[in-house]
């Protein structure tokens, strides 16, 4: 599946659908996109019959209407690509939201850093453009954050150029392009924390280390050709890169006190199992399972984002009969998930002891990138005997 999470374009609507509030859009790719009423963004002024409540779709859009809009979700299965008409552009240290009046600093940062990021920025950013601050800009200097606004603002007047050049010639067109994974990567993860990246590929690297120098110019020695001839092994099995990547595979995941999590995935949803196993505890069957637990809540937020698992999820944890452990564990796990840039939201533990929560799908998952469907099942996960049938 090719990634286009983030790429901005000039669509065409296809097909308005009122009763699904939402409409098809030609983005020149395979599958129309699909955006739905509230991702759709409107002038006051364009809407004919007015009214104190939201408009509908089919009063905004019409059929064969080019509009810009962006992916917000990946094409998955036989889903196309969801659509939003806000358009965000994110740099090293904020995301530039053009056209809109939004300006939010990352709650993750201390309140004195707060104020310190919103006066620097009151200073840098454009009136007519949004801006949401990141928690990379935490100690970031004026002339840093200075030097990112203006590039983002750089690359939207371009995309704005290239969007009335797509309408004069009527057609669907891409007009930015997200950059490639390792760049994501790196501008998503890279800060002063690691000591160095690797990189067998000699383009790869002179890529990462051109943007690190832009970008991130202090950190840019960190960056390092991993000569394969000459270390005589593969990057991959230096580093043991492999067996992560098998453990990551596999449907169970050990805990360290011997229990283990089974995970599952279905069309509608994902499943987590949390089993004791091997943990038979030292004290009390409660503290044991408690334990157990615990031990879970931390993994199970590590193998979401190792994964890349997203949209609804069910964790059948251990029954425990104390409502305040109950609580202790969830309240572990929201702690655990707060550490991930996903937007996720976790509810209670319901009267059958599961845990619901939602994580934002972005792509299809680790799993289904390296997994095919099986030839004799066809993804069932059981043969039938039919001969029982005969």
Known sequence: MSHIHGNIYVGRVQ???????ACFVDIATPKNAVLYAGDVQYD???IVERSSERPRIEQILKNKQLILCQVTK???GMKGARLTQEVSLPGRFVVLIPNSKTYGISKRLPDDERKRLRSVL???KEPEHGLIVRTAAEN?????????VQRLNETWRDIERRAEAARRANRAQLLYREPD???RVIREEFNADYRSIAIDDRELYEEVRGYIEVMNPELADRVEFYDVEAEGLPLYERFHVHEQLHKALDRKVWLPSGGSLIIEHTEALSVIDVNTGRNVGTSSLEATVLQNNLEAAEEIARQLRLRDIGGIIVIDFIDMEIKENRRKVVEAFRNALSRDKTRSQVFDISELGLVEM???RIGEGLLQSFATQCPHCVGRGVGINTGLLD
């Open 44 to 46: 006051a002024e364009d």
């Open 74 to 76: 990946n094409p998955i």
């Open 15 to 21: 097909n308005v659908l009122p009763g699904m509030e």
């Open 140 to 148: 970031a200097t004026e002339q840093e954050l200075r030097a990112d």
């Open 358 to 360: 939602t994580r934002k």
């Open 122 to 124: 009151d200073r840098v």
């Open 181 to 183: 994974l390792a760049v």
